[in-house]
């Protein structure tokens, strides 16, 4: 790589500044983030299995204490959503144990910042991949709430976009809250972006707030594995839409790292894996199914067939909109335990592209408008993960785009 491509391609060290954790020891530090990110990671099976155990309960004849567990449930999925811009801080907790690093300079965030504050732009930033279990996302909340933000005018954190099952999740849907997230409905997503407050946007003279979120959903984690690099936008078509009718500029964002947490049981080679493919298996799913036109066709069935699942586990995940998968990471008998990416993280953030608007008067995209807005996003995004793949310890890999 050439000096001035080396230059291009700076990563920057996220560093903790918050003052409480600063206070503690770097160990105490460590043992935190890990006994933290173990206990969120355990949610994702807790939360079945403590359903599925109210029923054995049920069948049992223990219908008292059956019942008991199922008002706990209820009463956690009902909890109204509170925005705690302080969690959003302890976050930074985990920048040492995943060894975080961004690609913003200096200027990129003033510049940003101010057009937030100052002119009224608002981003919906798309962050890949989505990777089994989305620690990702605790990097991000810590980073955004600290580094995109100036003394001048504050943070212009926004918010996140989240599956609807989330909500009806107890501790989950409690600590999405915490970081401002929200139901990742079109009008709850349009209407937070164009006239949406809140306390980590309350300097800003105009209304809305930015988005971020894993726009891959479910259909990413099918493809997630340590050391694949693979991203799902060819189907997506609604952020587009979104961004045309608000005048929000879509940004990507590749974050290296993301699917080195955890194997899982949909795409590892293991024999858990294979055991759990076997249930409800079908005929593997033809990709020229995905793909919305012939050329698409040819050009995808060679190249990704073997990314796509059709095991009982991908079918029963489509069909409740979250992920059921099996996964572990460190050691499968403590299975929440995540790996330490071999490269630490990197979040790599795009140029935005440029505002626009629909030209109809109605303010509704053409799909002409959609397609040109969606083949620019993906350029984007492999733009900037082949500019930073080698700083980011992956010097061979190539970004595959679904």
């Not at 009224?120 to 580094?147: C, N, T």
């Not at 005048?247 to 294979?274: E, I, K």
């Not at 489509?318 to 990416?341: A, E, K, N």
Request: overall charge neutral; hydrophobic content about 40%.
């Amino acid at each position: 790589m050439s000096a001035s491509k080396a230059d291009d391609a700076a990563l920057y060290p996220c560093r903790i500044d918050d003052p409480f954790l600063l206070s503690l020891h770097p160990t105490v530090r460590r043992v935190l983030a890990w006994v933290f990110v173990t206990l969120l990671a355990s949610m994702y099976y807790l939360l079945p299995a403590t359903v599925l155990v109210s029923f054995a309960l049920a069948t049992c004849g223990h219908v008292t204490t059956a019942a008991a567990i199922g008002l706990v449930l209820l009463g956690g999925s009902l909890l109204p959503l509170h925005e705690r811009p302080y969690t959003r801080r302890l976050c930074q907790v985990y920048y040492e144990l995943f060894r975080l690093r961004h690609n913003l300079t200096q200027e990129r965030i003033r510049r940003l910042v101010e057009d937030c504050v100052e002119r009224g732009e608002r981003y919906i930033l798309g962050m890949h991949p989505h990777g089994v279990v989305p620690l990702q996302v605790l990097l991000w909340v810590a980073f955004a709430d600290q580094y995109l933000r100036t003394g001048e005018h504050g943070t212009v954190y926004g918010f996140g976009g989240m599956a609807s099952v989330i909500c009806y999740l107890p501790g989950l849907r409690t600590l999405m809250g915490w970081w401002t997230g929200m139901p990742a409905t079109y009008s709850n997503l349009k209407r937070n972006l164009t006239s949406g407050s809140g306390a980590t946007f309350s300097r800003a003279k105009h209304p809305g707030r930015n988005l971020y979120m894993l726009p891959g959903g479910v259909a990413e984690i099918f493809t997630a594995q340590p050391a694949r690099h693979v991203a799902v936008w060819k189907p997506r078509r609604g952020l587009c839409r979104l961004a045309l009718e608000t005048g929000a500029r879509l940004t990507p964002m590749y974050v290296f790292g993301g699917n080195d947490f955890y194997f899982q049981s949909l795409t590892s080679d293991s024999w858990l894996a294979r055991t759990s493919r076997s249930f409800g298996e079908t005929q593997p799913r033809d990709s020229r199914e995905t793909a919305e036109t012939a050329e698409e066709a040819a050009e995808v069935q060679p190249r990704t067939s073997h990314l796509l699942d059709d095991s009982g586990l991908a079918r029963t995940s489509r069909s409740f909109g979250c992920s059921v998968t099996l996964f572990w990471g460190r050691w499968w008998w403590l299975p929440t335990v995540p790996l330490t990416p071999p490269h630490g993280c990197t979040i790599a953030i795009a140029e935005p592209l440029p505002s626009r608007r629909a030209a109809a008067a109605d303010g509704r995209p053409s799909d002409d408008e959609v397609e040109a807005l969606h083949a620019e996003y993906e350029r984007a995004l492999v733009e900037v993960f082949d500019q930073y793949k080698a700083a980011a310890g992956y010097p061979d890999a190539e970004l595959t785009v679904l």
